[in-house]
Every structure is written in structure tokens, then in C-alpha cells.
């Protein structure tokens, strides 16, 4: 089971990478530094956010504190990125660094006890902690990146009035077992 564990998360973790990547794919370099307001974060600072995390929790995962001393979290919310390129490479490097830890674990992992600003946590309660974290942030790129594409947005699940088409081709196939990601990570 626990090997399942890992899989399945490694497995969540790509599909909200893919929700991102298919976000930042719709848009151009002034719409991910869009921001609703002053106090808003803009897609590429949300990315920045991202990064930072992902460098110092999965960084030396297993022993070393995962909010790191040489993490400047204020500096996240701090947008220096000047265009596209920029905020992708620090999307690539953050979930780059996330998804090599996560390869690395054992089952015999799952138990041992890591620590966040000193605060105690079973492995697999790290992952899931972060497990909550992105796809909160994944989301507020998801809303924003619909905001800002109104009527030119390209859904990233099934679209507004495809409902039942969708169900009917579900439940003309089989019953199977498989992740609920396959048919959007497929790798042909």
C-alpha cells in the first residue's frame, strides 16, 4: 500500500504541474504579471511563492529542516521576474525539485519524522501538507489565468455543456482500475 501511496502522489502532483503548465501555456508575459489589485498576486509572484517552497522543502528533504535558512519567503512576494522565460524556469525548477525527492522515497520512508521550523512531521505527513499547498496555489493560477482569458480561456477539464457527452464515453468503457490522472499524463 504504501508503495500505492507514493505513486499516487507523485501522480497528483504531476496532474497539478500539468493544470499549471497548461494555464501558463494560454498566456502571454504582461497576462501572467496581471494582478487584480495592489494587494493581489499576480501568476508569475504565485509561481515565485512556489519555487521558493519547493526549494526548501524538498531540498535535503529528509535531513534537513524544510524551511531552509537561505529561503527569503518575503523576497516571494516580491516580483523581479521580467518575462516569461524567467517565470518558467523557476516553475520547471521548483516542481523539478519536488517530483526527484518524491522518486527518491521508499515505503520505509513514510514513518521517519522531518521537520518544518522545528515542527515535527512523519514523512507522509509532509507530502500531504504540500500535497494541500500547491494545489491551492495551482488554483488561484487556474482562477486568475480564467479571469484574464474570458472568453478566449481553453478548459483544462470537461467544458461548460459536455457533461453528459463526457459521462456517456466514461461509461461506455469498462470498469478498470487506474489513477484518476492517466487519461491526462498519458505519455505516448
Not at 498576486?41 to 531540498?59: Q, V
Not at 484574464?148 to 464515453?169: A, C, H
Request: net charge negative; hydrophobic share 35%.
Amino acid at each position: 500500500m504504501d508503495t500505492d501511496y507514493l505513486n499516487s502522489v507523485v501522480r497528483q502532483f504531476e496532474y497539478y504541474k500539468l493544470l499549471g503548465d497548461k494555464t501558463i501555456e494560454q498566456l502571454s508575459d504582461e497576462e501572467l504579471f496581471w494582478q487584480y489589485n495592489e494587494e493581489s498576486n499576480s501568476i508569475a509572484t504565485i509561481i515565485k511563492h512556489l519555487w521558493g517552497n519547493m526549494l526548501s522543502r524538498w531540498t535535503d528533504f529528509l535531513t534537513s529542516d524544510g524551511e531552509k535558512e537561505w529561503r527569503n519567503r518575503e523576497a516571494e512576494f516580491e516580483n523581479d521576474s521580467t518575462n516569461k522565460e524567467e517565470v518558467l524556469a523557476r516553475w520547471e525548477e521548483g516542481w523539478t525539485c519536488l517530483l526527484n525527492a518524491l522518486k527518491m522515497l521508499t515505503p520505509a520512508d513514510l514513518d521517519n519524522v522531518v521537520y518544518i521550523r522545528n515542527m515535527g512531521h512523519t514523512v507522509m505527513e509532509a507530502i500531504n501538507r504540500q500535497l494541500a499547498h500547491y494545489p491551492y496555489h495551482v488554483g488561484q493560477i487556474v482562477f486568475i489565468g480564467k479571469m484574464v482569458k474570458n472568453q478566449d480561456w481553453n478548459s483544462l477539464s470537461i467544458p461548460r455543456g459536455k457533461s453528459q457527452e463526457y459521462n456517456n464515453r466514461k461509461f461506455t468503457q469498462p470498469r478498470r482500475r487506474e489513477h484518476f490522472t492517466d487519461e491526462f499524463l498519458k505519455t505516448d
